[in-house]
């Protein structure tokens, strides 16, 4: 009787012809499929393979084709003790593996097509050997290792392909072996790691694609003691967690990876004796951050590139019980250290603060703090020039924090005496300390208020020129320029009162600038107030020299 199976609509394991075919090798069983529909479902949920083994050897189903259209199910499938081997196989639209058990032998899926829109292997169970995903391609669907077991041996997913949506390995429990994501691009949905345990192997997602719009996570995820390699990985525009992830004793390298607009959060993460580190590594426009964090080995955010970009870089709370290094940055932001715990020192060297900053007008409310921090760990590296430097930042977020305080409680009260004594206080204190700032730099700047002091200095020889000339007008023109030179050392002399030459040419120079006319009373008065201003600007001068030199 020939048998149309063209009319079949599911390839059965309860079909012993079925079973035979699968199991005599790509060409009988790719003829096999071809003689179905494209639609056709293949079904081998509960099928216990182990029964069909020859001994320990492999079970070779490389290149093996599914029906184009159809799914493919080998839910909770059971293979036995030995290999088996899909490489190069293709699945259609879509393959379940959920429960699968594999044994104790190699399992090999590279080079696959795993389903065009759904691939499974949730509550999979990997034996003892390895199991290989090289260059496998997932299909538009999910991407499904939730709660999957994977045995000793290593786990390679080198340059998988997990197509256009959310790729989950939550819960997954992988053994000793090593565990290989390089180059490995995760398409444009979210990316779960949340609950895994990764065993003491070397974990490694160099050069891995996470450029999706949703997050990657790796919360509450669990490393052992090998090496964790992050290095020139990139993620897209969702947030990267790591919150609550614990890290073995291996090194961490986030060495030039590349992270998008989303934060970075490793908030509560605890790290283990070997060393952190994000050297070279490029930010976008969200957080960093470290808070809660306990680090038990070197930690370095050392030459971290387009950290202006960053809104915000905090480590509050954690301890640090080896040395941290956060040297050759410049920060659009206020690292924030307030409150953690450090043992060793910390290299602030060429740490600056972007001059943008406030890159939105107004200071935050704890930049006070966090830029007093810093002040206090620069001054305990004895770098003298950067705690100036963040004291300056430090006084300006003060005055702007403060008005605004202020501004607040003018508005809260009720009678208009008292909101206009706030004010009038208020004022005069923001504009003293406005005038500090952009005269000196708040004792920074030595060539301000010397520049000030010599165009005063000009300014008021030429008044007192002018006044002179008005009363008495010089006959010839070398005469005016006489005039300017008397009135010159007349300015010098209040600028330099304590100089024993000064009262003498002071009293000389008055009577050659006024010599038969009466002295105009607020001349002397001009003479005072430029002697007060003198006074202020030569102190701001030494002021300078001090901090310069360290006087």
């Known amino acids: 009787m020939v048998i149309n199976y063209k009319d079949r609509k599911t390839i059965s394991g309860e079909d012993e012809e079925a079973i035979d075919e699968f199991l005599a090798g790509k060409e009988r069983w790719n003829v096999y499929v071809g003689k179905h529909g494209d639609d056709t479902e293949v079904d081998f949920s509960g099928v216990d393979f182990s029964k069909h083994r020859k001994g320990k050897g492999e079970f070779n189903f490389s290149g093996y084709l599914f029906p184009k259209e159809g799914n493919v199910n080998f ?19 879509g393959v379940s593996f959920m429960g699968a058990n594999f044994g104790e032998g190699n399992v090999d899926f590279s080079d696959a097509q795993l389903g065009a829109y759904l691939t499974e292997f949730r509550s999979t169970i990997f034996g003892k050997g390895e199991v290989n995903f090289n260059r496998a391609k997932f299909g538009k669907g999910d991407a499904d290792f939730s709660d999957a077991q994977f045995g000793e041996g290593d786990v390679n997913f080198r340059i998988a392909n997990f197509g256009e949506r959310d790729v989950d390995f939550s819960g997954a429990q992988f053994g000793e072996g090593n565990v290989d994501f390089r180059i490995a691009n995760f ?3 979210d990316v779960y790691f949340c609950n ?12 891995a694609k996470f450029l999706g719009k949703g997050f990657v996570s790796f919360k509450e995820a669990v490393f052992g003691d090998g090496d964790i390699g992050f290095c020139k990985a990139k993620f897209g525009k969702g947030a990267v967690k790591f919150n609550r992830a614990q890290f073995g004793d291996g090194d961490i390298s986030f060495f030039k990876t590349k992270f998008g607009k989303g934060a970075v959060k490793f908030n509560r993460a605890q790290f283990g004796d070997g060393s952190v580190e994000f050297k070279g590594a490029k930010f976008g426009n969200g957080t960093l951050n470290f808070e809660h964090c306990e680090f038990k080995g070197y930690v370095s955010f050392q030459s971290m590139t387009e950290t202006k970009t960053l809104s915000k870089f905090s480590l509050r709370h954690s301890s640090f019980d080896k040395s941290l290094d956060i040297s050759d940055n410049t920060f659009s932001c206020i690292p924030d250290l307030t409150n953690t715990k450090l043992t060793n020192q910390v290299s602030l060297d060429r740490m600056e603060i972007s001059d943008n900053y406030p890159l939105y007008g107004d200071f935050n409310k704890s930049d006070g703090e966090r830029l007093c921090r810093l002040k206090e760990l620069a001054e305990a590296n004895k770098s003298h020039e950067q705690a100036l430097d963040l004291h300056v930042i430090e006084m300006r977020a003060k005055r702007d924090i403060r008005m605004r305080d202020k501004q607040d409680k003018i508005n809260n009260q009720n009678t208009k005496g008292k909101k206009r004594r706030i004010y009038l206080g208020e ?67 209040q600028v330099f009162p304590f100089v024993s030459a000064g009262r003498t040419s002071a009293a000389d120079s008055l009577n050659q600038l006024f010599p038969c006319e009466t002295i105009p009373g607020w001349f002397y008065f001009l003479s005072i107030f430029q002697g007060v201003l003198s006074f202020i600007f030569l102190f701001l001068i030494g002021l300078g020299l001090r901090n310069r030199f360290r006087l």
């Open 427 to 493: 004022i005069f204190h923001r504009y003293l300390d406005k005038f500090f700032d952009v005269v000196c730099i708040y004792g920074q700047s030595i060539i301000r208020p010397v520049l000030c002091f010599l165009g005063l200095t000009l300014l008021f020889t030429c008044i007192y020129a002018s006044m002179s000339i008005v009363q008495h007008t010089p006959g010839h023109w070398y005469d005016w320029i006489d005039r300017f030179l008397i009135g010159f050392l007349y300015s010098l002399s």
């Open 196 to 207: 895994v345990n990764f065993g003491d192997g070397y974990v490694n997602f160099d050069k």
């Open 75 to 93: 839910f909770r499938s059971i293979f036995g003790d030995g290999g088996v081997n899909f490489t190069f196989a293709n699945f259609g639209q």
């Open 187 to 189: 398409g444009k949905g």
